[in-house]
């Protein structure tokens, strides 16, 4: 329950007065409760929800009162209304309680956002401190991808020649002899289950002039692939070159033909043909770190 008081010094008047009838403040009557604006005709604070009592209304309270509607004549009247008076309280030395809104309640909305966004702060934490962690004490994982994969480079003495090129970090690498010729073979290390998925390149010290090597590139059909095509016009150590590229048995193989004297260097590379476009971009980059010392 909450009745109509004056705003100023919280004593209880009518909810139609407009004057209070103790301090003489021309007042719109509020909530005893939580201090809304009240209004005539109000049963109830549209705030709080408070019934409205304003029985105990102060003495003396001013009251408006609306002027009498025109009768129905028509004819003009001249209406007078009696200017107000503010009474003075028979009892001056009555003591008067005066109660006032309570405290403000958070709102719940607030505080649901509030615990939301302490959460969230608590969750950034604890993620920065565990990738933190993994950056110091987990395993280290090397880039898989042709642009990530770190090339070492090493230097070969092949069938008399000497060269230097980029070898895949970790990547096997092995002498062999190729029937008359000298070469060196670079495996990549086998992984679980995909054994037969590797790729591979190798050196070759050829015999074939590079004018050779063109013609018989262009004239090879594979047997059981596709011919890609054929570059030209390259250079790899300001030494003339060609790629030529193609499929056979289910593997993508590249060679890179490089002019030696009456010779080439044959770079080799193969991948199997679901590997194709990273082993393609990792084959330029190994090519194209190829220089004779």
């Known amino acids: 329950m909450t009745s109509p008081v004056c705003p100023a010094c919280r004593a209880t008047i009518a909810l ?3 004057v209070c009838s103790r301090c003489g403040l021309a007042v719109r009557p509020t909530c005893s409760n939580c201090g809304e604006p009240l209004e005539v005709r109000m049963h109830a604070c549209p705030r709080c929800w408070e019934v409205i009592d304003d029985s105990m209304a102060f003495e003396g309270s001013v009251i408006y009162e609306e002027p009498a509607p025109l009768p129905p004549s028509g004819r003009e009247q001249t209406v007078a209304i009696a200017t107000p008076v503010v009474a003075p309280p028979e009892h001056a030395d009555v003591q008067y309680s005066y109660s006032y809104p309570p405290a403000p309640v958070r709102s719940p909305t607030g505080i649901r956002f509030g615990r939301l966004v302490a959460i969230g702060l608590v969750a950034g934490l604890l993620l920065a401190i565990g990738l933190v962690a993994v950056e110091f004490f987990g395993p280290r994982l090397r880039g898989t991808l042709p642009d990530q994969v770190e090339l070492e480079r090493q230097t070969f003495d092949v069938g008399g020649e000497s060269f230097g090129i ?3 970090r970790d990547w096997e ?3 062999e002899q190729l029937g008359s010729l000298s070469a060196v073979r670079v495996l990549e290390p ?3 289950g995909d054994s ?4 591979e390149f190798q050196i070759v010290i050829d015999k074939r002039a590079i004018t050779n090597a063109r013609v018989r590139a262009a004239r090879r059909v594979p047997a059981t692939g596709i011919e890609i095509g054929i570059v030209d016009g390259l250079e790899l150590d300001g030494r003339k070159a060609f790629r030529h ?3 056979e048995d289910g593997k993508y ?3 890179w033909w490089i002019a030696r004297g009456s010779g080439t260097y044959r770079l080799e590379f193969s991948a199997p043909e679901s590997r194709r476009e990273e082993a393609a971009i990792l084959n330029v980059r190994i090519a194209r770190s190829f220089d004779v010392l």
Do not use: F, I, K
Request: hydrophobic fraction near 35%; glycine fraction near 10%.
């Open 173 to 175: 690498v092995r002498s």
């Open 253 to 255: 193989r590249e060679q």
């Open 16 to 18: 139609q007065a407009h």
């Open 196 to 199: 037969a998925g590797l790729r």
């Open 190 to 192: 086998a992984t679980a």
């Open 166 to 168: 980029g070898v895949p």
């Open 245 to 247: 590229m193609y499929t």
